[in-house]
């Protein structure tokens, strides 16, 4: 079946770091991938996506990278901030019905500090 | 982005007592919504998929008859966890989209915790 495996937590780092989480994936056929951000008492939101080989998403200074030949869609931002802290799921889906299911990874818990 | 609404975001309950949570879209219309559950340091795991006005479809190892889903109009779903157990315990979260190709929203999830 479907799975996602991600890179465990928690990350903590100091604010301008470099962030890197991983991001594995098995599939059938072939999924989209997304990053979702859940800050604390929030519900998840999108923070990237990548629906075919080789795209790049990007959003808030965040990208990542579809590598089919890896089966990677590793996160990375060049400088974090404070206000980044949260926890990150990596996810993929596939079309299911009349609407795309996800498969989510376990959610890696990053805290920057000042 | 669009709104998805779940209440309560937190609830405690005794052993035997049955639990409502609601997931209420309030911008659009949610043709399709999922209910997860998460573990501590776990995954979100997808129980069951309801489509509006037609019966949800449970994931291998969910038991139907434990976890009613009622998804009875295009704004709004329900998650009832009946004679509850400590074992049930967990965090609950909805999710709700308006077609195959349109994006997942979220709630805010629901701790539930049976004593």
């Known amino acids: 079946g479907d799975s996602v495996t991600q890179m465990e937590g928690p990350v903590t780092l100091s604010e301008e770091a470099f962030l890197t989480i991983n991001c594995t994936y098995t599939?059938?056929?072939?999924?989209?991938l997304f990053w979702y951000v859940q800050y604390p008492g929030e519900g998840l939101q999108l923070l990237l996506k990548?629906?075919?080989?080789?795209d790049k998403g990007s959003n808030k200074g965040f990208e990542a990278t579809y590598r089919k030949e890896t089966t990677s869609f590793h996160l990375e931002k060049g400088s974090v901030q404070v206000s980044d802290s949260a926890v990150y799921f990596c996810?993929?889906?596939?079309?299911?019905?009349?609407?795309?299911?996800?498969?989510f990874g376990s959610g890696t818990q990053l805290t920057v500090l000042p | 982005g669009a709104v998805v609404s779940q209440h309560p975001s937190r609830v405690i309950c005794k052993s035997g007592t049955s639990v409502k949570i609601e997931c209420r879209s309030l911008?659009?219309?949610?043709?399709?919504m999922f209910w997860y559950r998460q573990f501590p340091k776990q995954s979100l795991m997808l129980m069951a998929t309801?489509?509006?006005?037609?019966?949800?479809?449970?994931e291998q190892g969910v038991e139907k008859d434990k976890f009613l889903i009622n998804h009875a109009s295009l704004t709004l779903s329900t998650l009832t966890v009946t004679s509850a157990h400590p074992e049930d315990s967990s965090f609950y979260i909805c999710?709700?989209?308006?077609?195959?190709?349109?994006?997942?929203?979220f709630g805010q999830g629901t701790r539930l915790t049976v004593v």
């Open positions: 999710s709700a989209t308006g077609g195959l190709n349109t994006e997942a929203f």
């Open positions: 599939a059938t056929g072939y999924p989209s």
């Open positions: 990548a629906t075919k080989a080789d």
């Open positions: 996810a993929l889906s596939v079309p299911r019905g009349s609407a795309r299911q996800l498969t």
């Open positions: 911008d659009f219309q949610a043709t399709t």
């Open positions: 309801s489509n509006e006005g037609s019966k949800a479809t449970y």
